[in-house]
C-alpha cells in the first residue's frame, strides 16, 4: 500500500500523462501502461490506442515478458530445444522470435497437441505460471 501511495504521489506531481487515447488519466492502471509503454515493453494497438479492457493473447504475453527480460538486462537461458508448434504460421511475425524464445528457455509451453494458440487468450492460470517460472529463472528458485 505503501509503495502504491508513493507511485500516487508521483503522478500528482509530475503530472504523468497517458500516451494512450484510450487510457484514462484517472484510472488507476495508468501509470503502469505509461512505465511499460515508455520502458518499450508494451506497444498498443497502433493509433494512439492501447484498449486496455481486451484480454491479452499467448502471443502478446509471450512479447511482454521477453521486452521485460530484455529491459532487465537478463538473458534467457536454452533450457529446451526449439519447438516448432502445429500452428507456427499463426504466430504473428513481431512474436515469433518472442514466443521462441520463451519456449527455449522453459518459461512458455505449448498446449495439447503441439499447439501454441497464438491468439488464444491468456487466463490467470497460464499468466501465473509464466510469471513464476520467469522469476524462479531471474532471481532464482531457491530465493522465492
Known amino acids: 500500500?505503501?509503495?502504491?501511495?508513493?507511485?500516487?504521489?508521483?503522478?500528482?506531481?509530475?503530472?504523468?500523462?497517458?500516451?494512450?487515447?484510450?487510457?484514462?488519466?484517472?484510472?488507476?492502471?495508468?501509470?503502469y501502461i505509461q512505465w511499460a509503454y515508455e520502458k518499450k515493453i508494451i506497444?498498443?494497438?497502433g493509433n494512439g490506442l492501447f484498449a486496455p479492457e481486451q484480454p491479452v493473447s499467448r502471443e502478446?504475453?509471450?512479447?511482454?515478458?521477453?521486452?521485460?527480460?530484455e529491459i532487465l538486462g537478463f538473458t534467457l537461458p536454452e533450457n529446451d530445444q526449439e519447438k516448432t508448434f502445429a500452428d507456427s504460421d499463426k504466430i504473428?511475425?513481431?512474436?515469433k522470435e518472442a514466443v521462441s524464445h520463451l519456449q527455449i528457455a522453459g518459461v512458455?509451453?505449448?498446449k495439447n497437441g503441439n499447439l501454441?494458440?497464438?491468439?488464444?487468450?491468456?487466463?490467470r492460470a497460464e499468466s501465473s505460471a509464466v510469471l513464476r517460472r520467469f522469476i524462479e529463472m531471474v532471481i532464482g528458485k531457491d530465493k522465492i
Open 116 to 123: 501454441f494458440d497464438p491468439r488464444g487468450l491468456t487466463n
Open 60 to 69: 502478446q504475453m509471450a512479447v511482454i515478458m521477453d521486452n521485460y527480460a
Open 1 to 31: 500500500m505503501h509503495v502504491f501511495l508513493l507511485l500516487e504521489i508521483l503522478i500528482i506531481i509530475c503530472k504523468i500523462e497517458s500516451s494512450f487515447l484510450d487510457v484514462d488519466k484517472d484510472s488507476y492502471y495508468m501509470p
Open 43 to 45: 506497444n498498443g494497438i
Open 108 to 110: 512458455i509451453n505449448g
Open 92 to 95: 504473428a511475425a513481431y512474436a
